[in-house]
């Protein structure tokens, strides 16, 4: 059957993660039960790039699908929409080649960490920015992610629940940048493990505030605990941002920063 690939975006805070589950209330039990009305077909199973978490967003989440339905490209996203809730959108549909794999197919991925730093919360921002009451300084912060860019044992920051086979994966970027009480932490790599990015911001916030040096990354990496780290940081202002493809594929892409930024309504771009 022919393949088609689909870039979703979803506001993840009224949904419980991607995977499917029995109470049906994740991205992908939504989206299925929209593709089988559309596909009119009593099942077609998604393959995504990257399984989100409850409370995470994504503005460039990818899934592939085998079905025998012929639709024109632009249907398959007006007609999907059309069956989805307003908190789930497809943005682009394209066919694809059967070598195409929505997970392992894919080089990178994105996700960019929006957080707010200021002593009082604000209800118009609520789910969609993360929030951090005590002061945050950026050039430790930048010290201690320099020291994340590289292949390394992330055992430390991984789950107890993840179900990798290793936890060795390579960070080629972790750039944070500051605008005001803004700050956005966007995290590149091969690829995450269960709740990584999550930890690796428990992390960085703790040098931020002053309650650690830049160093006690490097240790933490050493010691490959997972009780050792700071907690995991609420999945606020979390979003799956851009996955990274061959060239051969064709996929469309979003400029991770610009593309999030613009979803708040943020004008910053490059500040220090």
């Given at each position: 059957?022919?393949?088609?690939?689909?870039?979703?975006?979803?506001?993840?805070?009224?949904?419980?993660?991607?995977?499917?589950?029995?109470?049906?209330?994740?991205?992908?039990?939504?989206?299925?039960?929209?593709?089988?009305?559309?596909?009119?077909?009593?099942?077609?199973?998604?393959?995504?790039?990257?399984?989100?978490d409850t409370g995470v967003h994504a503005l460039a989440q990818v899934v592939h699908i085998d079905t025998a339905a012929l639709r024109r490209t632009e249907s398959w996203v007006r007609g999907l929409n059309a069956l989805l809730?307003?908190?789930?959108?497809?943005?682009?549909?394209?066919?694809?080649?059967?070598?195409?794999?929505?997970?392992?197919?894919?080089?990178?991925?994105?996700?960019?960490?929006?957080?707010?730093?200021?002593?009082?919360?604000?209800?118009?921002?609520?789910?969609?920015?993360?929030?951090?009451?005590?002061?945050?300084e950026l050039a430790p912060m930048r010290m201690a992610a320099a020291m994340l860019v590289g292949e390394h044992d992330f055992s430390c920051f991984r789950s107890s629940q993840c179900q990798a086979a290793s936890p060795v994966?390579?960070?080629?970027?972790?750039?944070?940048?500051?605008?005001?009480?803004?700050?956005?932490?966007?995290?590149?790599?091969?690829?995450?493990?269960?709740?990584?990015?999550?930890?690796?911001?428990?992390?960085?916030?703790?040098?931020?505030?002053?309650?650690?040096?830049?160093?006690?990354?490097?240790?933490?990496?050493?010691?490959?605990?997972?009780?050792?780290?700071?907690?995991?940081?609420?999945?606020?202002?979390?979003?799956?941002?851009?996955?990274?493809?061959?060239?051969?594929?064709?996929?469309?892409?979003?400029?991770?920063?610009?593309?999030?930024?613009?979803?708040?309504?943020?004008?910053?771009?490059?500040?220090?």
């Amino acid at each position: 059957m022919p393949r088609m690939a689909l870039g979703l975006a979803y506001d993840g805070s009224v949904w419980q993660g991607w995977q499917t589950q029995p109470n049906g209330r994740t991205v992908q039990d939504t989206l299925e039960a929209a593709l089988r009305r559309f596909a009119a077909a009593p099942a077609v199973p998604t393959i995504c790039a990257g399984r989100t978490d409850t409370g995470v967003h994504a503005l460039a989440q990818v899934v592939h699908i085998d079905t025998a339905a012929l639709r024109r490209t632009e249907s398959w996203v007006r007609g999907l929409n059309a069956l989805l809730p307003d908190t789930v959108a497809v943005q682009w549909a394209q066919p694809v080649s059967d070598e195409f794999h929505a997970r392992f197919s894919a080089m990178s991925r994105t996700y960019v960490y929006a957080v707010r730093n200021s002593r009082v919360r604000t209800p118009l921002l609520d789910r969609r920015v993360g929030w951090v009451y005590h002061p945050l300084e950026l050039a430790p912060m930048r010290m201690a992610a320099a020291m994340l860019v590289g292949e390394h044992d992330f055992s430390c920051f991984r789950s107890s629940q993840c179900q990798a086979a290793s936890p060795v994966r390579t960070v080629q970027m972790l750039d944070i940048r500051q605008h005001g009480e803004y700050f956005m932490f966007t995290f590149t790599a091969n690829a995450f493990l269960h709740h990584m990015v999550r930890n690796l911001m428990g992390a960085l916030l703790y040098i931020g505030q002053g309650r650690q040096e830049p160093g006690w990354i490097e240790a933490l990496l050493a010691q490959r605990d997972r009780r050792l780290a700071a907690p995991t940081f609420a999945p606020d202002g979390l979003y799956l941002a851009d996955v990274e493809y061959p060239a051969e594929f064709g996929l469309p892409r979003l400029d991770a920063g610009r593309a999030c930024m613009t979803h708040l309504g943020w004008s910053f771009v490059q500040e220090a």
